[in-house]
């Protein structure tokens, strides 16, 4: 069983070795209405899974944050902790842009939203080649402009996506499915399976293994390259 894991973990590491020239990564997005601007994640969970977000309406920045790493741990403890370390790195490495333009990326292409509505980038995460280096750019002027909802959802996807992204994840699409459903009003009617199947998967980029304890050996060696040790957590 040990070589088995140790097989696996290689394989694992492999490919995000093979993923190291990508450099950038996908970026959390929103999509811009003239009445409102709503996270992406949220917004395809609106229109494709026919979710609601009642709840986060009425909730603050720390009830937010509450919420969410509390949904996290019903699933992995373990997750849900190492999620908490890297707000603290998010924290410590994030930096406003004024007048920065951020590419739309390929997986945000075939989204459909409404006519008089538009796209936008609002945080791209780049890995770093020196440890003191910053890791999430914001775009200031979009972000100033967003409520306590959307703020707290783009820093959440960029914790998933760090997660996924040093696994297995070619892109984000995955990501923003997790997120939408984690935090949906939906989401209190779920148990483990429907957990397992909508979220935890879908950050792990397949869940190969049920426990994200298991996947520590691969992951952390890579996020230590951020300037960021997992013994932290």
């Known amino acids: 069983m040990k070589i088995f894991l140790i097989v696996i973990s290689v394989v694992l590491t492999l490919q995000v070795i093979a993923r190291e020239s990508a450099g950038v990564g996908n970026g959390g997005g929103t999509v811009i ?17 026919d979710y609601t977000y009642k709840k986060l309406s009425n909730l603050t920045s720390e009830q937010l944050n509450t919420l969410f790493f509390k949904r996290v741990a019903l699933y992995d403890e373990v997750l849900a902790n190492f999620l908490r370390s890297l707000k603290n790195l998010y924290q410590k490495k994030k930096v406003e842009l004024d007048s920065a333009t951020f590419k739309i990326p390929d997986d945000f292409k075939n989204i459909f939203y409404e006519r008089n509505c538009k796209l936008a980038v609002n945080i791209v995460q780049k890995r770093p080649t020196l440890g003191f280096e910053k890791i999430f750019f914001i775009n ?21 996506y760090m997660v996924a992204i040093n696994l297995e994840a070619e892109n984000s699409r995955q990501v923003r499915q997790a997120l939408a459903y984690l935090m949906s009003d939906q989401f209190e009617d779920s148990n483990r399976e429907a957990l397992h199947k909508n979220f935890y998967v879908k950050v792990t980029a397949g869940g190969f293994f049920s426990r994200f304890e298991s996947y520590l050996p691969v992951i952390c060696p890579r996020i230590e390259r951020y300037g960021h040790k997992c013994s932290d957590f």
């Open 140 to 160: 200031k002027d979009l972000y100033q402009n967003l409520d306590v909802v959307t703020k707290e959802g783009l820093m959440f996807h960029e914790l998933l």
């Open 33 to 49: 209405c003239p009445n409102k601007t709503v996270l992406l994640d949220y917004y395809e969970g609106q229109v494709n899974s």
